[in-house]
């Protein structure tokens, strides 16, 4: 890894054994993207890469007989009105009204490591030695303000980070009104763009598309949440690049908040990316001396196609962004009483669902929403996070010991951002809530978003939860937000600081995890808004696992957990065994497939183990054994490999292989079964051809499908290579067994001895 000045052709070369970023400054003292792709060696100069020629209707932006055009150059930091006419990365207001700036190159610092951004979430080093950090900073005359873009390269990922900072030093107040995290320039258009788009309960599925000229964008703008409509991640892909093969470059976006991620196409072929919060609504007045920080965006090369970026984010976001002491932990098995009770539970229907649940070997018991003020539905009681004692007379403090004492560790749900109309907490500061007085406020859920963007109340709610927390014995929290914002206006803020509101929102968010996570080190914190509407990389920096969606159906989840995969590892995804008929879809598939879809997650159960037959129980059992058993290999060593697409057929199936690749699950799910049908191949990944594994999998008959009438495992022996390029011969006879519908095979295979 190494970051390189060339100070006679003013080029910078990052680079590590696996990418290169080349960049130039150019005649007119601004930045410009000669390369980025696989790692080429270092040369004294790629100023070759710089593409430069006298075109009709150009304006040039140097002296003559200069012909340097911002209208066909690629650039670091692209801005507007100086002869390029498509989006830039940054807009300033001025106060004499003009929007044209000039950030010319005034100097940069190499350093080792990477520096903190907080108290934005972003990814980190241990060592200094792991990293490389290259600031340049740029700088604008006449607002007499710095610009400072951030690149850091790791030693041992394809990765890039980048953010920019804005120092103002000048006397006139500016205003950013764009101010992205990072703009990426691409000399042709030979690319499909994937993203994860969605809705409720249909969270991140995979779509792919051919980029075209002109502007191609995701974005949220809901206010609270990264959304369930789109992810804050994007990849561009070669046409022929595949799962294991070709060229894909990801750019993932660690924020929780607002974001546009875009793609615009030049009619000359050239592709800009740009990251970043969203323009809309934003605006960020900074007087002298103030500053702003950008949030950051990690980019991921890869030569292997979609599943080596896929396992490069997972790596990086399990080591160098999630924090704490449940990093590199695998999970509890955990039960939680949502769908087992909704609002309507007692403390003695709670210790009859948990008496259960430790007999099946739970660890973990998470009581879900309806614990505290007047919440015996979703009209009233957020923002009263005091218990209600109707339901729990022994309080949460009385409950938590109890269950302990029963063997199980306790949760507890919260949603700190909102309170209902009818709570004592709005009843006493009505102001509190994000609106604009007089006129109408909108509620999702009957309930509203309080102002996190003002610190007295996010002070209020730390002081309010914290004793909660004090005064139990509380292992885990599911930090919940269930709407997005609506008439985005903060009662305190000046008029010329609204448009700083959603992002100090955000930020209020984040000092308020800031402050629990710091003061309950060991409590594993899940988040979750309404599902999977904020699984984002901002929020794993400060719980390492969230809800992927309140979709519960396996067949469902395939599609969920198979999209959520191109960026999140398996051990951040909160997945349950849910009842059936499903209580999202109405759908029944057999209890060993929920299970066989939840192992690739954290893992646990969404239900009354008491409502479950004796035949349901045992294999309950089994499913918390053999989870137990292999949670380290799924969840902490393993790499995840993505083998067949829910949305291109009706099979899916991922595995997970050990470091040392002795050791591998793989999982077969299918749609619809097929009568009288042919065997087919599942072709494995990842293992060592020369290795010879022993591959095992239970094909009797499954429990949902009556008694067992026969015991068979399959098991044989095969070399590596046999199982990857051959395949593992299936018959649809196997997923007959197993239920027909909805039905999935596990395969093991561990080196044979
Ligand atoms: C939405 C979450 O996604 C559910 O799991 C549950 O916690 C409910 N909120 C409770 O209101």
Known sequence: MAVIFHENSKQFHLFNREVSYIMGIMENGQMENLYYGKAIRDREDFGRFHEEEMRSQMSVCVPEPGILSMQYTRQEYPVYGTGDYRSPALCIRQENGSKIVNFVYAGHKITEGKP????????????????????????????????ILSYTIFEDYPVIARNARFEHKGEEKIVLERAMSASVEFSDMDFDMIHLAGAWSRERYVKDRKLEMGIQAIQSLNGTCSGAEHNPFMALKRPDATENAGEVYGFSFVYSGNFLMQTEVSTFDMTRVMVGINPEDFAWELKKGESFQTPETVMVYSDQGLNKMSQVYHRLYRKRLMRGKWRDLARPILLNNWEATYFDF?????????????????????????WFGARNDDYRGLGDW??????????????????????????????LEMVNKDSDLYRAHPDWVIGVPERFESHARHQHVLDFSRKEVVDYIYEMISKVIRESSISYIKWDMNRYMTEPYSRTSEPSEQGKVMHKYMLGVYDLYTRLTTEFPDILFESCASGGARFDPGMLYFAPQTWTSDDTDANERTKIQYGTSYVYPVVSMGSHVSAVPNHQLFRTTPIETRAAVAYFGTFGYELDLNLLSDEEMEEVKKQIE???????????????????????????????????????????????????ASWFRLRLQGLDKDKLYEVSCDVSAAVCT????????????????????????????????????????????????
């Open 116 to 147: 903190s951004l907080e108290p934005l979430p972003a990814v980190y080093t241990e060592e200094d030695s792991e990293a490389q950090t290259l600031e340049i900073t740029l700088h604008d005359e006449v607002m007499d303000t710095d610009l």
């Open 346 to 370: 007692n403390e003695e229907k709670i210790l009859n669902i948990v008496k259960k649940a430790k007999e099946a070997g739970v660890e973990l018991f998470v009581l879900d929403d309806g």
């Open 386 to 415: 005091y218990v209600n004692l109707e339901k729990l007379p022994g309080g949460i403090s009385g409950l938590s010991r109890k269950v302990e004492e029963m063997g199980l560790k306790f949760g507890l749900w919260v949603e």
């Open 626 to 676: 053999f989870m137990k058993k292999y949670r380290e290999l799924i969840q902490v060593d393993g790499d995840f490999y993505r083998l067949l697409s829910p949305f291109e057929g009706n099979e899916t199936a991922w595995q997970v292989v050990s470091q040392d690749k002795k050791q591998s699950i793989a999982a077969l799910y299918q749609k619809l079964n097929k009568v009288n």
């Open 706 to 753: 009556g008694k067992k009438e026969k015991e068979e495992v399959l098991t044989y022996c095969a070399y590596g290579d046999e199982l990857m390029y051959a395949g593992i011969p299936v018959s649809r006879k196997y997923l007959t067994r197993k239920g027909g519908d909805f039905a999935a095979l596990l395969f093991l295979v561990k080196e044979a001895d």
